[in-house]
């Protein structure tokens, strides 16, 4: 689950930078992902995950320590933000609602540090009685983020490719059974990671920009998604469309994102933010109570299918990064992007 599209390039170009997830080819209709129950553990490489020091927790207390002074300078401390360096939290505890905003330049890229970073900061917010909503967006121009990190998985050990997909595991798991209202403000092309991460949001508005694609398009790549987002984005456009989309690796316009169903609304550029705050706004009239009760019986089953498989899974991903023949792929593809970018 490493692709990425340019914010600018049509289905199947190669992403941005080398941070930008797998955008181009690695080994096409060679090499197939075992991110399925099936997959046999064929490196016989063997990580005890259970035993992973969970990434966040040496962060507590040091990455969200800083706050910065609001635009305009006015506001106590309830109104003021803060966050890490990767990510920004914008609050309003008058309205209970906060905007928090990924930067992790040019592309946010799902590295570690990202992805540690916004589970520290989800799981404040979700802490904080006084905040029942959040708002998921870019601070990065043009896109809401291009995938996961290739230098992430790339030249590594296996005890780090396992820590690596057990925080995208965390990630998901951590939005996708929130207790807080999760809307999805898309300001930006939205492939692979990307789109995982506003699947597991309650509501999603994407720009009306046609470069501005969204979708899993692992199979380009020759990979595939794995079970639990495959389960997710049945959940959401139904069987039939999901199957086609993956095994095609479509990415949708918007119009099209909004016909299937994997978007809620569509609008203007620079109407994104206020419109995501006016559907906030509908699932905030709600009582909590009674919302989250009916979000967790629909989503339980399909997140305690990975949870029940979650060792595996993983042990699943480390025994694929390591093949040498996906190593060798994947330095040749960063050299690639190395020397476009110099």
Known sequence: MTCSAEPDAPPGRSGPGPR???GGKITPGVETCPFSDKMALASGVRVPARALLRPWALLWGTTLGRREPAAGGGGGDGERRFGSQRVLVEPDAAAGVAVMKFRNPPVNSLSLELLTELVISLEKLENDKTFRGVILTSDCPRVFSAGLDLTEMCGRNPAHYA?????????????????????AAINGACPAGGCVIALACDC???????????GLNETLLGIIAPFWIKDAYVN???????EKALQLGLLFPPAEALQVGLVDQVAPEGQVLSTALSEMARWLAIPDHARQLTKNMMRKATADRLLRQRDADIQNFVSFICRDSIQKSLQVYLEKLRQRKG
């Open 236 to 242: 959401t456009i139904g069987h039939r469309t999901a």
């Open 204 to 214: 999603r508005v994407l720009a009306d920009n046609p470069k501005y694609h969204i």
């Open 163 to 183: 820590e690596y997909w057990k925080a995208v595991q965390e990630l998901w798991l951590r939005t996708y059974l929130s207790s807080l209202v999760l809307v």
């Open 20 to 22: 930008g997830g797998a």
